[in-house]
């Protein structure tokens, strides 16, 4: 390994359109808040400043960041204060959140209308007179891809937008949209201990010319030393990762601490380890770490002067192996389709069988996966067939799915006639007489957290506060 002084980013181009960035880019989310409470827009351009002062020109938001679009006005902000010809703006449509009798509701929309209206109100929010990256941040699966591209492939034409991209797509999604207008970048999870994407999406994107923005770097912060340095914030979203409780986290804490001794060996922090390596897997992967402190975006860009040789590649890799991840539990809601087409119930079941096999027995679900509560009802098949007594079942309450004027609409509930009902109902599908590990999946913020917590004594479960 060697240190090159210079950590200033270069500019890469990202996919094969024309578009360049800075090496490293910048995740604004958390400044609106989602790990920490929300700065203040001063506080937040402060950091956005000092990012684009140490070579970061690359800034990526959506409309649907923060409290009333927050994190867009923010940036828009900060811009004021930058030269817009050197930066690259990215923002992203598609994610509708509006308040109904108290609670939050969901939806995915990608209708032409909505893209454009999107992005004309991203425009004014952010203050620009052009987007340089926008990506559908969920793809509406009730809207045909081919309409959505249809309508961004109108505003490049009109140069409202200089790019398209796509987030969190699945592979058939991608080859269509690709084929109305090129796709320039996919945005994906991508770090040390999540690397679903290497087997299909980054050959799929090398194949079509198309760049990998990785979100999530550090493992939404882990590599970053939050729960393990630090004490979870109160509110943190991460409290509702299962990777991030329990003795899931006592035996992930073991690998950071494999990567915190290679850290010590190259001289360096954890963070600047991870995202070097990140950064070695191809010129074609920007990462996007956020952060709400300077000190840890500085840090963050030290990554830069790290040259790792191959050797060191497969050392970092080999002290977070995937399949060692993966043991400390399983994630269903895949099965029922999520990036692909869902399973079957033997197909999925088989797999869960070959998960417990290789010693997997923390098993992750939730009621609102898959249609008609599907995901619930393939693992409880696969339960059957499985010593009850040596498995952990994780399940989740607190979203109801409805459908209106075609659309699918999600609301937040935490009632307790709510949360005993989705017990009793968890417990008929996934046909068991306990429930291992309960989760409150989003909070519903019309109930008192203390009304909703009173119903403990059904179960002994754990609230996953958001």
């Not at 959506?62 to 679009?69: E, I, L």
């Not at 459908?403 to 996934?430: D, F, N």
Request: net charge negative.
């Amino acid at each position: 390994m060697e240190q090159n002084p210079q950590t200033q980013p270069s500019r890469v181009k990202l996919g094969s359109q024309g578009l360049e960035v800075s090496r490293l880019g910048f995740g604004c989310v958390g400044l609106s808040g989602v790990y920490n409470a929300p700065l203040s827009h001063e506080e937040g351009c402060s950091v956005i400043k000092e990012a684009y002062n140490r070579g970061v020109t690359f800034f990526d938001t959506a409309d649907a960041y923060g409290d009333k679009h927050d994190n867009e006005i923010m940036l828009g902000k900060a811009l004021k204060h930058l030269p817009r010809e050197k930066i690259q703006v990215a923002t992203k449509f598609g994610v509708v959140k509006w308040e109904s009798e108290g609670h939050r509701l969901y939806a995915v929309k990608g209708t032409a209308e909505h893209v454009r209206a999107c992005c004309e109100a991203s425009l004014k929010r952010l203050d620009v007179d052009y987007i340089d990256l926008y990506f559908q941040h969920r793809v509406d699966t009730s809207v045909p891809i081919e309409e959505t591209m249809g309508e961004l492939k109108k505003l490049v034409e009109e140069g409202k937008i200089k790019y398209i991209g796509l987030s969190e797509a699945n592979v058939d999604t991608i080859k269509r949209a690709h084929k109305v207008h090129p796709i320039t970048a996919l945005q994906m999870e991508y770090s040390l201990w999540t690397r679903e994407i290497e087997d299909e999406f980054i050959p799929l994107c090398r194949e079509l010319g198309i760049g990998i923005v990785a979100y999530s770097p550090l493992g939404r912060g882990f590599f970053g030393g939050k729960v393990v340095d630090e004490a979870m914030p109160n509110g943190s979203l991460l409290a509702n990762y299962p990777r991030f409780n329990g003795e899931n986290l006592e035996k992930n804490k073991l690998l950071y601490t494999r990567v915190s001794n290679l850290a010590v060996k190259h001289g360096c922090t954890v963070p600047q380890l991870a995202l070097a390596w990140l950064l070695h897997q191809g010129d074609d992967i920007v990462p996007i770490p956020g952060t709400t402190k300077v000190k840890n975006m500085i840090n963050n860009v030290g990554c830069l002067g790290l040259k790792l040789s191959e050797d060191d590649l497969k050392e970092i890799g080999d002290a977070v192996p995937v399949d060692e991840v993966s043991r400390l539990g399983f994630g269903c809601v895949g099965l029922s389709g999520v990036y692909n087409a869902p399973l079957s119930h033997e197909e999925g079941c088989s797999i869960i069988k070959e998960a417990f096999n290789r010693g997997i027995t923390f098993f992750d679900t939730a009621d609102i996966y898959g249609e008609n509560h599907d995901n619930e009802i393939m693992l409880g098949k696969a339960l059957k067939q499985l010593p009850r007594e040596k498995i952990q079942v994780a399940t989740k309450f607190g979203f109801v799915k409805s459908e209106s004027k075609g659309r699918t609409l999600i609301e937040v509930k935490g009632s307790p006639q709510h949360v005993r009902a989705c017990c009793e109902s968890s417990l008929e599908r996934l046909d068991v007489d306990y429930i291992d590990l309960y989760f409150q999946h989003r909070v519903d913020t019309s109930v008192p957290i203390e009304d909703t917590v009173c119903i403990k004594h059904i179960i002994s479960f754990l609230l996953g506060l958001v």
